[in-house]
Nanobody, 120 residues
């Protein structure tokens, strides 16, 4: 299986972006999808995750209320809508797939990442 991110880019503070994650080789009705990010010089952190069992969602405190994760099982796609972006959201964002919403190493599939830059 594979996951591939898209949708990164340059956005001004306060702006919005929507990241997409396309899964192939496995279906989202049996796998969770998590978004992680890593900023230069900082540790990787989990931003959000959506479980497959009942669609439960998880958000890091730093993005709660600004980011929304959703999925379309028919298209095998997961989206991360990012609003009210801040410069500290600048990072490479990675999509991952796994049996559960877990840490990075516990996931089964990892994307190559897409860069989000928030700057004026």
């Amino acid at each position: 299986g594979q996951v591939a991110e898209s949708g990164g880019g340059l956005v001004q503070p306060g702006g919005s972006l929507r990241l997409s994650c396309e899964a192939s080789g496995f279906t989202l009705d049996r796998y969770a999808i998590g978004w992680f990010r890593q900023a230069p010089g900082k540790e990787r952190e989990q931003v959000s995750c959506i479980d497959y069992i009942d669609g439960r969602t998880y958000y890091a405190d730093s993005v709660k209320g600004r980011f929304t994760i959703s999925k379309d099982n028919a298209k095998n796609m997961v989206y991360l809508q990012m609003n009210s972006l801040k410069p500290e959201d600048t990072a490479v964002y990675y999509c991952t797939g796994g049996y559960y919403c877990s840490g990075w190493n516990a996931m089964n599939y990892w994307g190559k990442g897409t860069l989000v830059t928030v700057s004026s």
